[in-house]
């Protein structure tokens, strides 16, 4: 059991660019899907990007495509979500999640297996 650590988030306007980072024991992305997932006060989780052990970005959500892009460095065990041309629907709290092979990379959100560990979450907020 661990728990990945995201950074990053404050405020900016719309335009703007923001990158968030998660950190992770070392050795789980070789094994662990991490994904970003956010959620705005009062609206439902949504997944956002996902990045498998491969290396390969295997989901983003339509909301963010061509805005949005999940890089990773291994040897830094570090996960990166940069964030392009943001807009006050961006806004929400992130959450940096890694899950054992499941449901993470195809729909954005974690199955039910329970092999999933959430960050705290940071705050983007988005407004002008």
């Known amino acids: 059991q661990f728990q990945p650590v995201e950074s990053g988030g404050g405020l900016a306007q719309p335009g703007d660019t923001l990158t968030l980072s998660c950190v992770v024991p070392g050795g789980t992305l070789d094994y662990y899907a991490i994904g970003w997932v956010r959620q705005a006060p009062g609206k439902e989780r949504e997944g956002v990007a996902c990045i498998a052990p491969s290396g390969t970005a295997s989901y983003y959500a339509d909301s963010v495509k061509g805005r949005f892009t999940v890089s990773r460095d291994v040897a830094k065990n570090t996960v990166w979500l940069q964030m392009d041309n943001l807009r006050p629907k961006d806004t929400g709290v992130y959450y940096c999640?890694?899950?054992?092979?499941?449901?993470?990379?195809?729909?954005?959100?974690?199955?039910?297996?329970?092999?999933?560990?959430w960050g705290k979450g940071t705050l983007v907020n988005v407004s002008s």
């Open positions: 999640v890694a899950e054992a092979e499941g449901m993470l990379c195809v729909i954005g959100l974690p199955g039910l297996s329970g092999k999933d560990y």
